[in-house]
Nanobody, 124 residues
Framework: VQLQASGGGLVQAGGSLRLSCAAS????????LAWFRQAPGKEREVVAA????????AYADSVKGRFTISRDRAKNTMYLQMNNLNPEDTSVYYC??????????????????WGQGTQVTVSS
């Protein structure tokens, strides 16, 4: 399984960005996919996760109401729509996957496959 993240960039506070994660090399019907982020000097933390087959979406409290995770099955692509960004959202964002949904969806150790990061910088 390969994951390719893209869509990062520089945006002003209050602005929006949409990240994409293109998935390939597997059958993702039961997979759980997630977005994580890591700021300099900080641990990697979960942002949001979903079950590829649907009906399961989860968000970190810090992004609820501002970020939306989604996927396009036809394109094998996961998205993260980020609105009302603030400087605290500045991080490298990573997409990750595992073969099934887990109640520990927030834990980095649960995910087997990782994409390269994409930098998101929010200026004040």
């Amino acid at each position: 399984v390969q994951l390719q993240a893209s869509g990062g960039g520089l945006v002003q506070a209050g602005g929006s960005l949409r990240l994409s994660c293109a998935a390939s090399g597997g059958t993702f019907s039961n997979y759980a996919l997630a977005w994580f982020r890591q700021a300099p000097g900080k641990e990697r933390e979960v942002v949001a996760a979903l079950r590829w087959s649907g009906a399961r979406y989860a968000y970190a409290d810090s992004v609820k109401g501002r970020f939306t995770i989604s996927r396009d099955r036809a394109k094998n692509t996961m998205y993260l729509q980020m609105n009302n960004l603030n400087p605290e959202d500045t991080s490298v964002y990573y997409c990750a996957a595992r073969p099934s949904w887990t109640t520990n969806w927030y834990s980095t150790s649960e995910y087997v496959y990782w994409g390269q990061g994409t930098q998101v910088t929010v200026s004040s």
